[in-house]
């Protein structure tokens, strides 16, 4: 069983920074792909970034530029670095990790942590 530990998350000033941390629950190397999802009242779950096993990143286009994904394979930790925020980042964020096992996808979540971007 894989556990995935968000932290980080708070309330800042449009503008501000925060750094999110995903640890998880022994080596990341297993999995493919890490990454961060954000979900704010009435909308979908989206992506916001993820990072391969090979340090292959990608963000979505309205975070670009402002967040940056990375990770540290000696603490099995992914980060979300989160500069310039606006009100509009405001959201619970999950990890995720993706990879196969025996041949089947599997997919983790973590419990989330809030964001609150005040204007």
């Known amino acids: 069983q894989v556990q995935l530990v968000e932290s980080g998350g708070g309330l800042v000033q449009a503008g501000g920074s925060l750094r999110l941390s995903c640890a998880a629950s022994?080596?990341?190397?297993?999995?493919?792909?890490m990454g961060w999802y954000r979900q704010s009242p009435g909308k979908q779950r989206e992506l916001v970034a993820a990072?391969?096993?090979?340090?292959?990143?990608n963000h979505a286009d309205s975070v670009k530029g402002r967040f940056t994904i990375s990770r540290d394979n000696a603490k099995n930790t992914v980060y979300l670095q989160m500069n310039s925020l606006k009100p509009e980042d405001t959201a619970v964020y999950y990890c995720?990790?993706?990879?196969?096992?025996?041949?089947?996808?599997?997919?983790?979540w973590g419990q989330g942590t809030q964001v609150t971007v005040s204007s």
């Open positions: 990072i391969t096993s090979g340090g292959t990143t």
């Open positions: 995720n990790a993706q990879g196969t096992a025996w041949g089947s996808p599997f997919s983790y």
């Open positions: 022994g080596s990341i190397f297993r999995f493919n792909a």
